[in-house]
């Protein structure tokens, strides 16, 4: 094959590929939230478009490798929280925090539902300055819609541990038992109360 032929099809293979090799999808990244039950937060968060999977966990205390009795035995310093993984091309930093003050009770100082205690407070873990004027920001804006104090905290982002393999995607592998807890747990009614029916299910 002539040569001027050779180099006619591998520009016209160059220009097809170009779209598959020269806009490379953005890195993925994480974002750590604290609110409560993490099967409840795994739930939220998994329906969110743009979310690549979440992870159930500890996170915001000083023991390594905790283990949920150490955690909901209130000794370890940690917070039942989740890891979100997302796509920054799908979904913003921003509309990860509008999902997480729709899925908690910003104003309890206690815990989150019916669960109390230090390790269901809820918690922001941010990873840099961007993150943290973010989230400041956004808090600022549910204390002006509800002309009260936030309770909810904003961290710097400490070690997370996942939590057991049995808690991970909870609300899809033992649904009837999720369920009944989030019912009972009164989450649902209260999230309802908060921010309308849309976010109460």
């Not at 370890?76 to 009770?105: C, I, M």
Request: net charge neutral; proline share 4%; with cysteine.
């Amino acid at each position: 094959m002539p040569r001027r032929a050779l180099f006619s099809l591998a520009f016209v293979a160059a220009l097809v590929l170009a779209p598959l090799t020269g806009f490379a999808a953005a890195p993925a990244r994480t974002a750590i939230f604290a609110g409560g039950c993490f099967w409840c937060m795994e739930q939220a968060f998994d329906e969110v478009p743009g979310v690549i999977s979440t992870t159930s966990g500890y996170s915001g205390g000083d023991v390594e490798r905790p283990s949920y009795q150490q955690v909901s035995a209130g000794a370890t310093g940690h917070f039942e929280a989740v890891k979100v993984e997302y796509d920054p091309s799908r979904v913003s930093y921003q509309q990860l925090l509008d999902a997480f003050w729709r899925n908690v009770d910003p104003f309890d100082s206690r815990g989150q539902f019916c669960d109390k205690g230090h390790q269901y407070l809820s918690v922001i873990f941010t990873a840099d300055d961007a993150e943290r004027n973010a989230a400041e920001a956004s808090k600022k804006k549910v204390e002006q819609k509800f002309g009260r104090s936030v309770a909810t905290r904003i961290l710097p982002v400490k070690a997370f541990w996942p939590a057991e393999d049995y808690h991970q995607d909870f609300y899809l592998k033992n649904a009837l038992k999720y369920k009944f807890y989030k019912y009972n747990c009164g989450r649902a009614q209260r999230l309802e109360e908060l921010w309308g029916k849309a976010h109460a299910s």
